[in-house]
């Protein structure tokens, strides 16, 4: 089942396209919070966006040019901001699709359709974790915070996608070093805790101090 984020501030249009999509057995979220979508975006992890232009707080050129940092998750801009310069700007930021208010729900059924076939049946699916506003790429192992891209390598996204994944939990070190134990290379504690002292160095340059913790004894958490 293919989830839709829609981003769209007008109530009665986002209930009615959620109970349309929803016909159709697609998981539909509607942003609640458009001072963070970002922080939805990744809780949601969509397959596809429905993307408002005018939206409280920032517009949607705005935050699909966020999306675009972290994921190539297909956006369909849908506003009744449809003059030539609006849709030339919407293709400029990102998105992959332009659909006209008001709009009929059959033709916009049948765009989303044929967007996600062409999207998946070619390409995986990436992932997106959302903590303390950093946002991290399972796809491309990259973490972006605010301006900043942090590169990490692969044991390092290892850990911090454990980490994040259950960012309500203390995770053992015995459960860190199988995750790692997944890649070629030998790992031990020391291994283990030479990665999350690199690591932690990345998040601190970041502006992300704190964000991994120490459970004296049994692991690590995130904070």
Known sequence: MYRILIVEDDEIIARSLKKHLESWDYDVVCVEDFSDVMKEFAGAAPQLVLMDIKLPF????????????????????????????NIVMAV??????FIAKPFD?????????????????????NTVLEHRGALLNLGDATLICGETRVDLTKN?????????ENKEKIVSRDTLMTKLWESDS?????????????????????GLSDFILTKKGIGYHIG
């Open 58 to 85: 920032y517009n949607g050129y705005h935050w699909c040019s966020r999306i675009r940092e972290v994921s190539k998750v297909p956006v369909i801009f849908v506003s009744s901001a449809s003059d030539n310069m």
């Open 92 to 97: 400029n930021m990102g998105g992959d699709d």
């Open 105 to 125: 729900l059959d033709v916009l059924t049948a765009k989303i359709q044929a967007l996600l076939r062409r999207t998946y049946d070619f390409a995986g699916q």
């Open 156 to 164: 390092e996204l290892k850990i911090l996608q454990v980490l994040m």
């Open 186 to 206: 030998f790992v031990d504690e020391n291994t283990l805790s030479v990665n999350v002292g690199r690591l932690r160095k990345k998040l601190d340059a970041a």
